[in-house]
C-alpha cells in the first residue's frame, strides 16, 4: 500500500483519463493520494476530486508565482476551505525563483500571510522551493513554522538541510527525481534520512521517475520512487511503502 502525498490529477493533463489514471493507480497498490490546489481553477477541482474517492484528499493553497494575484479575498476563501473534511493541509506554498512573474519579496509576504493562515486553522503546510532553499528555511524560522509543521514538497537539496527542515517538524517528500542517474542530491538525502521522516511523492503529470521521464507523470508511478529508496536504503520495497504510508497517514491526520 503506498501513499502519493502530492499530486495534480486537477490538472488539465487528466481531464481525458481521470478515473482510468485513478484505477491504475490502485492496480499498482497506490490507495491514498492527495490532490494539490493552488490557484482558482484547480483548488476547487481539488475537492471535487477528493469528495468523490473515499481515499483521495485535499490540499489547497496559493503558489510562489502566482503570489502576485492573491488578495485578502483569496486568503479567506482558503481559511473556509481548510475545514473541508476532505481538506487535511495548507499549499503549495513556498519561493520560486526560477519563473519572474511575480517579485520575490511579494512571494515571501504571500508565504508568510499562508503560515500564519495554517497556524491559525492548525494544519500542516506543503512547501514548494524552487532556487530559494536558504530564505524559505528562514521564513520557516521566523515564522515558527514548526507549529504546525509541513512537507519539503520533491525535496531537492542536500542532506544538512533536510535535517533542518526535520527539526522543524517537517517531513521530507522525495518525488521521481531520486530514480534519475546524475541525481546526486536527491539520492544522497534518501540514503542519509531516517524513513520516520520521509514520504513519497509523484508531483504529476511533472517529473516522471525512470524510465518513464519526459512522458505525462501519474500516481501509479510513485512505485517507482519506492523502489528506488529501497534499494538505495538497502531495505525491502515493503517496508518503504509502509512506513511511509504510515507516516502520511498520521501526518495529515487521516484514520486508516
Not at 486553522?121 to 509541513?150: F, Q, W, Y
Request: overall charge negative; hydrophobic content about 40%.
Amino acid at each position: 500500500m503506498l501513499f502519493d502525498t502530492h499530486v495534480h490529477l486537477n490538472a488539465d493533463q487528466f481531464e481525458e483519463d481521470l478515473e482510468a489514471t485513478i484505477q491504475r493507480a490502485n492496480e499498482a497498490g497506490v490507495e491514498y493520494m492527495t490532490v494539490v490546489g493552488f490557484d482558482h481553477k484547480t483548488i476547487p477541482k481539488a475537492i471535487e476530486i477528493a469528495e468523490s474517492h473515499e481515499k483521495i484528499y485535499a490540499a489547497v493553497g496559493w503558489h510562489p508565482v502566482d503570489a502576485v494575484d492573491l488578495s485578502d479575498k483569496e486568503l479567506e476563501w482558503i481559511e473556509e476551505l481548510s475545514s473541508h473534511p476532505k481538506v487535511v493541509a495548507i499549499g503549495e506554498m513556498g519561493l520560486d525563483y526560477h519563473w519572474d512573474k511575480s517579485p520575490a519579496d511579494v512571494q515571501k509576504e504571500v508565504f508568510r500571510k499562508q503560515i500564519r493562515l495554517a497556524k491559525k486553522v492548525k494544519m500542516p503546510i506543503i512547501i514548494h522551493n524552487r532556487e530559494a532553499t536558504d530564505d524559505i528555511v528562514e521564513i520557516l524560522k521566523e515564522e515558527d513554522a514548526s507549529e504546525v509543521g509541513g512537507i519539503m514538497h520533491c525535496y531537492s537539496g542536500p542532506v544538512e538541510t533536510a535535517q533542518e527542515c526535520i527539526d522543524m517538524n517537517f517531513m521530507i517528500s522525495i518525488g521521481g527525481p531520486v530514480t534519475f542517474k546524475n541525481a546526486k542530491l536527491p539520492k544522497e538525502v534518501a540514503k542519509a534520512i531516517d524513513l520516520k521522516h520521509m514520504l513519497v511523492e509523484t508531483d504529476c503529470p511533472f517529473l516522471a521517475p525512470h524510465p518513464n521521464r519526459g512522458k505525462r507523470n501519474e500516481p501509479a508511478y510513485v512505485k517507482l520512487v519506492a523502489e528506488q529508496i529501497a534499494e538505495l536504503k538497502e531495505i525491502t520495497f515493503e517496508e518503504v511503502s509502509e512506513v511511509t504510508t504510515s507516516n502520511a497517514l498520521q501526518f495529515f491526520g487521516i484514520q486508516s
